[in-house]
């Protein structure tokens, strides 16, 4: 979890208060020239040969090896896939199989899927129907900086009071306003105010219908194994 504290400029920016000419405050971040002073040596002529001779050869030993770059692609020239099939054939297919190997780990790690016996699968339960959905991140230039993978479930298939409880199907959002009103009281009683971004915290809610993945695209299992889903799954009706 990445947490941040927050200065006076950023609670105006949330609390909507501008300067003088209307616009919105914003921080001028430029980068600052260090001087370094060192105190007079009394080192000779040699002994600075010496000893410049000595760092030039430490830094010659430990100078890594430069590494391969990898090549940045603009975002005309990615195509977004619609199966692991397109992927797999795409130029990206690398970077597009490393985001869903990462993907399926997480959901191991998280506890979102568990790998069980079939033997544990309810007889008559219909296994959960997914699907992987591709997207591609970009910077203020079009350069795609990261390529997402999610495996989703098929939330369309679920069948109500089946597959999930129709009375706890929302999810609980603070309004606007509320925030804002939190924000300013920050500001008005010299509060230290914090903001935080915890990783993929949409997995962290539990699923309370049981449901089972027989299979998933790119990731076969062995026979007489299933994936148990303990938590929410992107595209759940339960999920949010």
């Not at 890594?64 to 990898?70: I, L, N, S, V």
């Amino acid at each position: 979890m990445a947490r941040q504290l927050l200065d006076d400029d950023d609670i105006s920016l949330l609390t909507g208060e501008k300067n003088g000419r209307g616009d919105k405050k914003q921080k001028d971040r430029r980068s600052a020239l260090v001087e370094m002073v060192y105190p007079e040596s009394k080192v000779d002529e040699v002994e600075e040969l010496q000893v410049y001779a000595a760092f030039a050869a430490i830094a010659l030993i430990t100078e890594p090896k430069p590494q391969p770059q990898q090549r940045t692609w603009h975002i005309s020239e990615v195509k977004i896939p619609r199966s692991v099939s397109q992927a797999m054939n795409s130029p990206q297919r690398a970077e597009w199989w490393k985001d869903m190997e990462k993907e399926i780990k997480t959901m191991l790690d998280k506890g979102v899927l568990e790998l069980v016996p079939e033997s544990e699968m309810p007889e008559g339960t219909k296994s959960l129907q997914t699907v992987w959905r591709f997207q591609a991140k970009t910077d203020d230039f079009g350069n795609v900086v990261r390529y997402r993978s999610r495996r989703c479930g098929r939330g369309g298939k679920e069948k109500p009071g089946v597959d999930f409880n129709v009375v706890g199907t929302f999810s609980p959002v603070a309004r606007m306003a509320s925030f804002r009103m939190l924000v300013a009281m920050c500001k008005i009683l010299h509060l230290l105010a914090y903001q935080a971004d915890i990783d993929t915290a949409y997995l962290n809610a539990r699923k309370r219908a049981l449901a089972f993945v027989r299979s998933i695209a790119g990731f076969p299992l062995k026979r007489g194994w299933v994936y148990k889903v303990n938590n929410a799954l992107y595209g759940l009706r339960e999920s949010g």
